[in-house]
């Protein structure tokens, strides 16, 4: 738990410290990527209605409540904890890019 801490104050704190500098248009690509990245990232956790989710998964991976019947509301994704771990990792090279982009 502490190492995702650490993963996430410092894209904070390397974000913050590429906003401050001149954008060349790589670092405008970046940016935009890393946003990008950010939308894809947590769009696939916001919860949609279970009939969107039925028409395009395959039964045995849809969402299923304690009793066998399905829940009204599931997100996109079908590991959350997976998800935010992969999304925060996609943000981590995208600020060596950004950082690498500054230094050149």
Not at 71 to 85: D, G, K, Q
Request: proline letters at 6%; one cysteine or more; a neutral charge.
């Amino acid at each position: 738990m502490v190492e995702y801490a650490l993963q996430i104050l410092t894209i904070f704190c390397a974000t913050f410290v590429l906003i401050y500098r001149p954008w060349s248009k790589s670092t405008q690509l970046g940016f935009a990527f890393f946003f990008l990245l950010l939308a894809i990232g947590f769009g696939q956790l916001i919860p949609l209605p279970f009939s969107l989710l039925e028409s395009s998964r395959p039964i045995g991976l849809l969402p299923y409540g304690e009793a066998g019947s399905a829940t009204i509301l599931a997100p996109i994704s079908l590991s959350v904890s997976r998800t935010l771990e992969a999304t925060v990792f996609a943000f981590g090279t995208d600020l060596v890019f950004l950082c690498g982009n500054k230094l050149g």
